[in-house]
Structure formats: structure tokens, C-alpha cells
């Protein structure tokens, strides 16, 4: 069976992030595993399903708050997460705390 990928997204504020998830999830079929803030006003989010859907979740989000911000953006797309990874992606706030 494969396994799912998982993707974050990170930013500077809140806007750019939602506006981010809303452009990821109005155009492609990932599961939102949760937003984060960070500190520094750095926010991320957590996204999974199938490694072609969350490459393209992935890059719609970074666009999109890369254009709201018109700070930098930074993801990371895991194909074959190790577990950690998708601890870390099925319980974000352990990213912030």
C-alpha cells in the first residue's frame, strides 16, 4: 500500500496561510492536518494525501501566499514520510510547542 505524502507550508501572519489553504483546498483534494504558529510571525500548515495531488496543493499554496505576503514563502513535500513526519504532520501543534 503507499503511503501518504505529506506537505508544509510556511509563512510570515495567518492571512497569507488561510488564503493559502483555501487556494489548496478549492483546487486540489488534500486533508488540512492543522496551522500552527510558530513565532517570529511564521505560521505553518500541514497537508496530506497522494504525492501528485500534494505536489500541486503545495505549489498553489506557495503561490498564492507568496502573493498575498509578497514576503517569502517557504514547503517541503515528504513523497515517503518517515514516521515522525507524519506524527508531526497528524499533530502540528507539536511543531510550536
Known sequence: MARTAVGFIEAEG????FDAV???TK???VDVRGVVRLGGGL???AVSGDLATVE???E???ETARAI?????KSVVFASPAEPI????GDITLIGS
Open 14 to 17: 495567518f492571512v497569507p496561510v
Open 22 to 24: 483555501d487556494a489548496m
Open 27 to 29: 483546487s486540489t483534494e
Open 43 to 45: 505560521v505553518a500548515v
Open 56 to 58: 500541486e496543493a503545495v
Open 60 to 62: 498553489i499554496g506557495e
Open 69 to 73: 505576503s509578497g514576503r517569502g514563502v
Open 86 to 89: 507524519v506524527a508531526l504532520a
